[in-house]
């Protein structure tokens, strides 16, 4: 593995990451109001304010990945008041900082402490099970002898209970990724095979298990060295992609890199667009999945879905690129494709073959949708293009435009929210909440419905026209994500700079674009 600064949160951050950093969309469908959706005026949300564990931040794993389950359960990393003592400090996706870090559980009111392995002192959830069961990782308190630096390995949370996962023959490191009911985990582990062209930039080959019951089993590829898992479902399988072969291409630079599908034993390659690279970003239950692949030539990349043998080119708004990141239930898929002339993109909603602009935001002039429940309500963040400062976090529901989340929380918060990473059937959203002075919190979003009677500070009157408020309060967000960018030093910034583009570049060929 890399032995690098961004190596801390490496595994974590890489992953992550690697989800979502690319800018895409191309041939052309507009928006149409479904006819059998109903239509309901918007409702306010209660904040909720995850906290801390004494340090200054906490925040989650994310996107595409499920940190928020429908019995309310909210998976998070906090901060302790510790410094972190690794070179270069813990570099997670959303917030870099000098602070030791734990996996954390909301549940009911209440943060609790997962904890760290023995001899460890950094640990992060990465997604959360229907029944509850949480997948992340932990340092174990040993050096890995490749990286020079903690190592960290994956872990199964069975309420506080953490069970340590362990690595694939030969390897150092690995890391839980998903989990489902069954308490069947998905992650990935390197192992002791020499790699010049690993899939994520170890020295080593990088390969996706899964793990049941104490025995971790390696998925095997698609023909080539490595292969990366994305979701699990509650079925067993798993989505992800993998190199076909171990030789370059000339447009890319790596190897034909193909999602594929997993299934009792068997690794499925479900194709592509036409060029050399695609990915699984998202599956349902139902085993249809969602990604984004380059077409012919590699020039671009265009949002997919797969169902039952067929791989559906979800189209664009009118640019040269999308990308498709999270299928609902129902079948609901959310992305973001580009607008005429692709020096801007939009978040959307597909279904049945129709693509549905869900706009922009005052002030801001990208958008991105990163979930979905089955009633068609979309969540997602904004911003200013190509600007990594996030703008005011944004709910559609059915099909029509955004509005700022923002706008809806009663009684007002100190904390502005960003990133709305996950809604869940409940129609609960998890995001990121910044302060004023740059820190920035996991928060939980209830709405005051039917579903919700009787919430203590819940405002259950409808809300009224939030135009302006939504412009005075994207002032705000911008001014507090700047103050949070702020406080990150110039080693930091160009930390993660330089892991974004990386993880976008061995995936897309192509620049990042918020």
Known sequence: MKAQGAYKSRMFATIIAIALFAAMVLPVVSSAQEQNE????????????VGTFGGPSSFFSGPVLPILNNRGMFAVIANTPAANPNPGCNIPFSLPDCFAEHAAVWQDGTLIDLGVLPGGVNSQTAAISANGLIAGGSENGLIDPLSGQAEIVGVLWEGRKAINLGTLSGGTESVGIGVNSRGQVMGISNNDVSDPLSILGFPTQTRAFVWQNGVMKDLGTLGGPDAVPSVINERGQIAGFSYTDSTPNQNTGVPTQDPFLWHNGTMTDLGTLGGTIGTANWMNNRGQVVGTSNLAGDATHHGFLWDEGQLI???????????AFWISESGFVVGRADVPGSKAHHAFRWRNGVMTDLGLLPLQ??????????????VGETAICGASISGPAFLSEHGEPMVDVNTLIVPASDLNVVDAFDINERGEIAAHGNLANGDSHAVLLIPCDENHANVEGCDYEPVEAVTEASVRLAQIVQAQSAASEAKLSPAEKMTRLRALMASHNRRFGTRPNN
């Open 38 to 49: 109903e239509r309901n005026e918007h409702h306010h949300y209660k904040l909720i304010d």
């Open 365 to 378: 002039t990208c958008s991105t949708a990163l979930s979905a429940n089955s009633r068609g309500q979309v």
């Open 313 to 323: 080119d979800l189209g664009t708004l009118g640019g040269i690129r999308s990308e």
